[in-house]
C-alpha cells in the first residue's frame, strides 16, 4: 500500500479548510495547541498520529475544516514542526501548498525562560531572537541572554 | 587575520583564530609596557566605563588599560549616579554616551544587556560583565595566562575545581576550550556539578571530560579554582561540609605536576590557602595583571588602532 492510499483510508478529504501534513510524530496535538484549537472548537477536526511516512518514518496529519492559516502561526509550526507542509483546500482542491521553513533567528515569537533576560525587562525596546543552533534534536539559544532550549519548546511560544 | 570585530560582547562570537589573535596582540602590548610603562595608541580617545553595578577589579583593570594607552576615562561605576534610578533605559543610556566616547565598556546585572547596547551604538562596546551570562575579557586573559606560561593550549590538562554550576567565569573558559584540543577535568560536590549541555557540548568536540568529587591535582597542567558560594546551598551545614573538601593547601599539591599553575578569577575567600601564595604554582596575581595587556589590545582592536 503506497503511503497516498493509506492516507486516503485514514483520513477524508476536506471542502475547505487546512491540511498540515509532515509533522514529526508526535507533534500533532502540539499544532493544535499553536491554532488554538480546544474542546470549543466546533468544526470539523481530523488528526493522524504515527502515519508511515518515506521522508520521516512516521508523521502526524492535522486536518481542519474552515479555517484558515497566517504568517504568524506559520512561522509558529515550523519551530514545533520544521518538515511540515501546509495546504489551502477550497472546494476540495488545493489551492495553496506551502513548506514551512525554519528560519535562522525566530523573532519575536519565543518568551525568553530565564526571568533576568533583557528581554523579559519591559522597559527596553527589545524584541526576542532566539538563534537556531542546532535543527535536530532542535536546540534553540537566545541572542541576549544565551540561554539554550531545546524541550517543552511549545511552552515558550507566545499566544499571539 | 583582519580583524573585523566591533563589539565584544560574548567568548561564542570568537572563533579560534579570533581568539589566537587577541592572545598574540596581548603579548605585544605586554612587551611595549615592559619596556615603557605607557603608550600614545589611543591617545585623544575616550573610553566611557558604564557600571551600573559595583566592580573595582575590572573597571580599574579598563581604567589602567586606557590610561596606559595614553587615553582617558570618564563614567560611573555606581547604579546610583545613573540615569538609570530616574527610569532611563539602557538604550538611551547608550545612546547618548555613545556620543561622548570613543568606545563604551558596560557592566550591568541584567543578563544581554551587553548585547542590547551594542544594537544602540554607534561605538564599541565592550562587555565588562552581564549577570550570570558573559564576561569575555575575563575568558581571554585566562587563556592568554594559560598559553603565556605554557606557550600552547593544546594537549594540555586542564582541571576545573568548584563552582562549576553557576560560576559564570568557568562556563565561559570551558565554552572557549571547546577551540582548543585539552583534556578537561572538572572537580566539584555533587550539588555544583557542570552542567550537562557544557559536558555534552565539550565531548561533542572530541573533548576528553572526566567529572569528579574527589580534589586530586594530579597529572593537571593548570588547575583553576572558583569560590563555593554559601548562598547556593539551602542548608547551611551541607555547605560547611562541602566547603572544606575544595580548599586547597599545601596538603593538596601533593604530587602534583612541577610545572603546574594555580589560576582563579579572584576574588577567593579561602578556597586557597594563602600559604600557597609564594609556592612556584600560584599564578592568580599574575593572572589579575594580565588584565592589562589583553583589555589594552581590545581597547586598540575594536577602535581599529594598528599596533
Not at chain 1, 3 to 15: M, P, Y
Not at chain 1, 56 to 61: F, S
Not at chain 2, 94 to 118: F, K, Q, T, W
Request: with cysteine; aromatic share 6%; charged share 30%.
Amino acid at each position: 500500500m503506497t503511503e497516498k492510499e493509506d492516507k486516503v483510508l485514514k483520513i477524508k478529504t476536506i471542502k475547505n479548510g487546512i491540511v498540515i501534513d509532515h509533522i514529526r510524530q508526535g507533534k500533532a496535538p502540539d499544532v493544535l495547541k499553536i491554532l488554538g484549537i480546544d474542546e470549543n472548537f466546533r468544526d470539523a477536526l481530523t488528526f493522524a498520529m504515527n502515519v508511515p511516512s518515506r521522508d520521516l518514518g512516521r508523521k502526524d496529519i492535522v486536518k481542519v475544516e474552515n479555517r484558515d492559516i497566517d504568517t504568524n502561526e506559520i512561522n509558529k509550526i515550523a519551530i514545533i514542526a520544521p518538515d511540515a507542509t501546509i495546504n489551502i483546500i477550497k472546494d476540495y482542491k488545493v489551492v495553496r501548498k506551502e513548506k514551512v521553513t525554519l528560519p535562522e533567528q525566530i523573532i519575536g515569537i519565543i518568551k525568553c525562560p530565564n526571568p533576568q533576560c533583557i528581554t523579559n525587562k519591559e522597559r527596553e525596546p527589545i524584541t526576542s531572537v532566539f538563534v537556531v543552533k542546532q535543527v535536530n534534536p532542535l536546540i534553540l539559544r537566545c541572542k541576549y541572554c544565551e540561554r539554550e532550549i531545546s524541550s517543552g519548546i511549545l511552552t515558550y511560544i507566545k499566544a499571539h | 587575520m583582519k580583524w573585523t570585530k566591533k563589539h565584544i560582547i560574548s567568548i561564542n562570537d570568537f572563533s579560534r583564530d579570533e581568539i589566537d589573535f587577541v592572545l598574540e596582540k596581548s603579548g605585544i602590548l605586554e612587551k611595549k609596557l615592559s619596556s615603557s610603562r605607557t603608550s600614545s595608541l589611543m591617545a585623544g580617545k575616550i573610553l566611557a566605563n558604564l557600571f551600573f553595578e559595583p566592580s573595582t577589579r575590572t573597571r580599574m583593570s579598563f581604567e589602567a588599560a586606557m590610561k596606559r594607552l595614553g587615553g582617558i576615562t570618564i563614567g560611573f561605576d555606581h547604579p546610583g549616579i545613573s540615569s538609570e534610578v530616574k527610569g532611563e533605559t539602557i538604550a538611551d543610556t547608550v545612546r547618548i554616551v555613545s556620543g561622548y566616547a570613543d568606545v563604551i565598556v558596560i557592566r550591568h546585572p541584567v543578563e544581554g544587556s551587553a548585547r542590547l547596547a551594542s544594537e544602540y551604538s554607534d561605538v564599541p562596546i565592550i562587555n565588562g560583565g552581564d549577570g550570570a551570562n558573559q564576561h569575555p575579557t575575563q575568558t581571554l586573559l585566562d587563556l592568554y595566562t594559560i598559553k603565556k606560561e605554557f606557550k600552547k593550549i593544546d594537549g594540555l590538562d586542564i582541571c576545573i575545581v568548584g563552582d562549576l554550576k553557576y560560576g559564570r567565569t568557568v562556563h565561559s573558559l570551558t565554552n572557549s576550550l571547546e577551540n582548543y584540543d585539552v583534556r578537561i577535568r572538572f572537580i566539584s560536590p555533587q550539588e555544583l556539578r557542570a552542567p550537562r549541555q557544557i559536558v555534552k557540548s565539550l565531548s561533542n568536540r572530541g573533548i576528553e571530560v572526566k567529572e569528579t568529587t574527589k580534589l586530586n591535582l594530579k597529572n593537571s597542567d593548570v588547575i583553576y579554582v572558583t569560590r563555593i558560594q554559601k548562598e547556593r546551598f539551602p542548608d547551611p551545614q551541607e555547605y560547611e561540609r562541602v566547603k572544606g573538601a575544595f580548599i586547597l593547601n599545601l596538603n593538596s599539591l601533593e604530587g602534583i605536576r612541577d610545572n603546574a599553575i594555580i589560576m582563579h578569577p579572584l576574588p577567593r575567600v579561602s578556597e586557597i590557602s594563602t600559604d600557597i601564595d609564594s609556592t612556584k604554582h600560584a599564578r592568580y596575581f599574575e593572572q589579575a595583571k594580565n588584565g592589562i595587556p589583553v583589555r589594552m589590545a581590545l581597547l586598540c582592536l575594536v577602535c581599529d588602532i594598528k599596533f
